[in-house]
Protein backbone atom coordinates (compact mmCIF):
# COMPACT_ATOMS: atom_id res chain seq x y z
CA UNK A 1 0.00 0.00 0.00
CA UNK A 2 2.93 2.35 -0.62
CA UNK A 3 3.69 4.93 2.08
CA UNK A 4 -0.39 4.90 3.06
CA UNK A 5 -1.25 3.03 6.30
CA UNK A 6 -3.77 0.12 5.37
CA UNK A 7 -7.56 1.19 6.50
CA UNK A 8 -8.66 -1.77 8.30
CA UNK A 9 -12.69 -1.90 9.57
CA UNK A 10 -13.16 -4.87 11.93
CA UNK A 11 -16.43 -6.56 12.34
CA UNK A 12 -16.57 -8.68 15.97
CA UNK A 13 -19.62 -8.59 18.58
CA UNK A 14 -17.62 -9.79 21.73
CA UNK A 15 -16.83 -6.37 23.06
CA UNK A 16 -13.45 -7.67 24.59
CA UNK A 17 -12.18 -8.98 21.38
CA UNK A 18 -12.98 -6.08 19.24
CA UNK A 19 -11.00 -3.79 21.90
CA UNK A 20 -7.99 -6.28 21.32
CA UNK A 21 -7.85 -5.78 17.84
CA UNK A 22 -8.19 -2.58 17.45
CA UNK A 23 -5.32 -1.81 20.24
CA UNK A 24 -3.35 -4.31 17.87
CA UNK A 25 -4.15 -1.94 15.17
CA UNK A 26 -3.75 1.39 16.83
CA UNK A 27 -0.07 0.19 17.87
CA UNK A 28 1.00 -0.68 14.07
CA UNK A 29 2.11 2.47 12.08
CA UNK A 30 1.33 0.43 9.06
CA UNK A 31 -2.45 0.16 10.00
CA UNK A 32 -5.39 2.39 10.90
CA UNK A 33 -8.43 1.09 12.34
CA UNK A 34 -11.03 3.28 11.00
CA UNK A 35 -14.07 1.65 12.11
CA UNK A 36 -15.09 -1.43 14.41
CA UNK A 37 -18.52 -2.72 14.16
CA UNK A 38 -20.43 -5.09 16.52
CA UNK A 39 -22.69 -6.55 14.23
CA UNK A 40 -23.09 -7.05 10.70
CA UNK A 41 -25.98 -4.45 10.08
CA UNK A 42 -23.93 -1.91 11.56
CA UNK A 43 -20.99 -2.53 9.42
CA UNK A 44 -23.44 -2.84 6.35
CA UNK A 45 -24.01 0.53 7.27
CA UNK A 46 -20.97 2.32 8.74
CA UNK A 47 -18.18 0.52 6.36
CA UNK A 48 -19.13 0.80 2.84
CA UNK A 49 -18.81 4.67 2.72
CA UNK A 50 -15.20 4.52 4.17
CA UNK A 51 -14.08 1.92 1.58
CA UNK A 52 -11.26 0.18 3.99
CA UNK A 53 -8.70 -1.73 2.53
CA UNK A 54 -9.31 -5.32 4.38
CA UNK A 55 -12.45 -6.24 6.74
CA UNK A 56 -11.82 -8.05 9.78
CA UNK A 57 -14.89 -10.14 10.31
CA UNK A 58 -16.32 -12.57 12.59
CA UNK A 59 -18.12 -15.64 11.70
CA UNK A 60 -21.07 -16.00 14.42
CA UNK A 61 -22.80 -11.91 15.22
CA UNK A 62 -25.84 -11.66 16.35
CA UNK A 63 -29.10 -11.76 13.68
CA UNK A 64 -27.31 -11.60 10.28
CA UNK A 65 -23.93 -13.98 10.82
CA UNK A 66 -20.18 -12.86 9.35
CA UNK A 67 -21.01 -15.19 5.95
CA UNK A 68 -24.11 -13.50 4.96
CA UNK A 69 -22.30 -10.25 5.91
CA UNK A 70 -19.50 -10.63 3.33
CA UNK A 71 -21.75 -11.92 0.44
CA UNK A 72 -22.99 -8.14 0.68
CA UNK A 73 -19.68 -6.33 1.60
CA UNK A 74 -18.54 -8.03 -1.53
CA UNK A 75 -20.71 -6.21 -3.55
CA UNK A 76 -20.79 -3.31 -2.26
CA UNK A 77 -17.20 -3.01 -2.05
CA UNK A 78 -15.88 -4.87 -4.26
CA UNK A 79 -12.00 -3.59 -4.04
CA UNK A 80 -12.29 -4.45 -0.36
CA UNK A 81 -10.45 -7.56 1.09
CA UNK A 82 -11.78 -9.64 3.65
CA UNK A 83 -10.53 -11.57 6.19
CA UNK A 84 -12.45 -14.04 8.62
CA UNK A 85 -11.59 -14.27 11.87
CA UNK A 86 -13.52 -16.85 14.11
CA UNK A 87 -13.34 -20.27 15.73
CA UNK A 88 -15.16 -22.34 13.02
CA UNK A 89 -13.16 -24.45 11.49
CA UNK A 90 -15.29 -26.79 9.95
CA UNK A 91 -15.39 -27.05 6.44
CA UNK A 92 -18.86 -25.57 5.09
CA UNK A 93 -17.51 -22.28 7.20
CA UNK A 94 -14.18 -21.94 5.57
CA UNK A 95 -16.12 -22.85 1.70
CA UNK A 96 -18.63 -20.81 2.56
CA UNK A 97 -17.20 -18.10 3.62
CA UNK A 98 -14.31 -17.92 0.71
CA UNK A 99 -17.26 -18.33 -1.96
CA UNK A 100 -19.09 -15.16 -0.31
CA UNK A 101 -16.00 -12.95 -1.21
CA UNK A 102 -13.47 -13.60 1.44
CA UNK A 103 -10.30 -13.22 0.88
CA UNK A 104 -8.35 -15.14 3.84
CA UNK A 105 -9.86 -17.15 6.89
CA UNK A 106 -7.73 -16.92 10.45
CA UNK A 107 -9.10 -19.30 13.30
CA UNK A 108 -9.15 -17.10 16.95
CA UNK A 109 -7.28 -16.48 19.14
CA UNK A 110 -5.03 -14.94 16.57
CA UNK A 111 -1.00 -13.56 17.72
CA UNK A 112 -1.05 -9.56 16.74
CA UNK A 113 1.98 -10.69 14.12
CA UNK A 114 -0.02 -12.84 12.54
CA UNK A 115 -2.76 -10.67 12.04
CA UNK A 116 -0.84 -7.73 11.13
CA UNK A 117 1.34 -10.43 8.58
CA UNK A 118 -3.07 -11.18 7.14
CA UNK A 119 -3.75 -7.85 6.70
CA UNK A 120 -0.45 -7.51 4.70
CA UNK A 121 -0.67 -10.13 2.87
CA UNK A 122 -4.06 -10.16 1.55
CA UNK A 123 -3.63 -6.33 0.12
CA UNK A 124 -0.39 -7.85 -1.67
CA UNK A 125 -2.77 -10.08 -3.10
CA UNK A 126 -2.30 -13.14 -1.10
CA UNK A 127 -5.01 -15.95 0.55
CA UNK A 128 -3.92 -15.85 4.14
CA UNK A 129 -5.22 -18.89 5.84
CA UNK A 130 -4.07 -20.45 9.40
CA UNK A 131 -2.04 -23.87 8.49
CA UNK A 132 -4.56 -26.30 9.65
CA UNK A 133 -7.41 -24.53 7.51
CA UNK A 134 -5.23 -24.26 4.38
CA UNK A 135 -4.33 -28.00 4.55
CA UNK A 136 -8.22 -28.36 4.85
CA UNK A 137 -8.16 -26.52 1.34
CA UNK A 138 -5.67 -28.63 -0.11
CA UNK A 139 -7.31 -31.97 0.86
CA UNK A 140 -10.78 -30.66 -0.58
CA UNK A 141 -8.95 -30.17 -3.72
CA UNK A 142 -7.29 -33.44 -4.02
CA UNK A 143 -10.76 -35.14 -3.83
CA UNK A 144 -12.67 -32.75 -5.92
CA UNK A 145 -12.73 -33.45 -9.46
CA UNK A 146 -13.68 -29.89 -11.11
CA UNK A 147 -15.72 -30.61 -13.74
CA UNK A 148 -18.39 -27.12 -13.81
CA UNK A 149 -19.36 -25.76 -16.90
CA UNK A 150 -17.22 -22.55 -16.25
CA UNK A 151 -14.27 -24.35 -15.15
CA UNK A 152 -14.36 -26.00 -18.77
CA UNK A 153 -14.18 -22.73 -20.27
CA UNK A 154 -10.89 -22.13 -18.94
CA UNK A 155 -7.74 -22.98 -21.53
CA UNK A 156 -5.72 -25.62 -20.08
CA UNK A 157 -3.18 -22.61 -19.51
CA UNK A 158 -5.89 -21.12 -17.04
CA UNK A 159 -6.68 -24.36 -15.29
CA UNK A 160 -3.14 -24.89 -14.71
CA UNK A 161 -2.32 -21.47 -13.00
CA UNK A 162 -6.12 -21.93 -10.79
CA UNK A 163 -4.38 -25.49 -9.72
CA UNK A 164 -1.67 -24.03 -8.20
CA UNK A 165 -3.65 -21.18 -6.88
CA UNK A 166 -5.45 -23.32 -5.34
CA UNK A 167 -2.76 -25.84 -3.98
CA UNK A 168 -1.87 -22.15 -1.77
CA UNK A 169 1.19 -21.05 -4.15
CA UNK A 170 1.39 -17.36 -4.43
CA UNK A 171 1.12 -15.36 -7.88
CA UNK A 172 5.38 -15.60 -8.09
CA UNK A 173 5.34 -19.30 -6.73
CA UNK A 174 2.99 -19.97 -9.90
CA UNK A 175 5.12 -18.37 -11.92
CA UNK A 176 8.31 -19.94 -11.04
CA UNK A 177 6.84 -23.46 -10.97
CA UNK A 178 4.72 -22.82 -14.70
CA UNK A 179 8.42 -21.25 -15.74
CA UNK A 180 6.58 -18.07 -17.16
CA UNK A 181 6.68 -14.11 -15.85
CA UNK A 182 4.61 -12.55 -12.98
CA UNK A 183 2.66 -10.59 -15.49
CA UNK A 184 1.56 -13.67 -17.50
CA UNK A 185 0.28 -15.52 -14.43
CA UNK A 186 -1.44 -12.24 -13.34
CA UNK A 187 -2.67 -11.98 -17.01
CA UNK A 188 -4.27 -15.54 -16.69
CA UNK A 189 -5.51 -14.70 -13.69
CA UNK A 190 -7.42 -11.42 -14.99
CA UNK A 191 -9.37 -13.84 -17.77
CA UNK A 192 -9.98 -16.21 -15.42
CA UNK A 193 -11.66 -14.09 -12.93
CA UNK A 194 -13.97 -13.32 -16.05
CA UNK A 195 -14.73 -16.46 -16.83
CA UNK A 196 -15.87 -17.81 -13.50
CA UNK A 197 -17.45 -14.41 -12.87
CA UNK A 198 -15.42 -13.63 -9.33
CA UNK A 199 -13.82 -10.62 -7.90
CA UNK A 200 -11.02 -12.45 -5.67
CA UNK A 201 -8.74 -15.05 -5.85
CA UNK A 202 -10.11 -17.06 -3.16
CA UNK A 203 -13.68 -16.96 -4.74
CA UNK A 204 -11.99 -18.36 -7.73
CA UNK A 205 -10.73 -21.20 -5.87
CA UNK A 206 -14.00 -21.96 -3.67
CA UNK A 207 -15.62 -22.13 -7.56
CA UNK A 208 -12.61 -24.30 -8.96
CA UNK A 209 -13.80 -26.64 -6.01
CA UNK A 210 -17.29 -26.71 -7.18
CA UNK A 211 -18.55 -24.68 -3.66
Partial sequence: MDDMPIKVAVVEDDDEVRAGMQSILKRAPECRCV????????????????????????????RMNGVNCVRQLARLIPKTQIIMLTVYDDTDSIFNSLAAGAGGY??????????????????????????????????????????????????????????????????KEAAEAMQISYSTVHTHIERIYQKLHVRSRAQAVAKYLRV
Fill in 35 to 62: VACGSAEEALERIPPLSPHVVLMDINLP
Fill in 106 to 171: LLKPVRATELLAAIKNVTAGGAPMTSNIARKVVQSFKRTVPTGVETENLSAREQTVLDYLAKGYSY
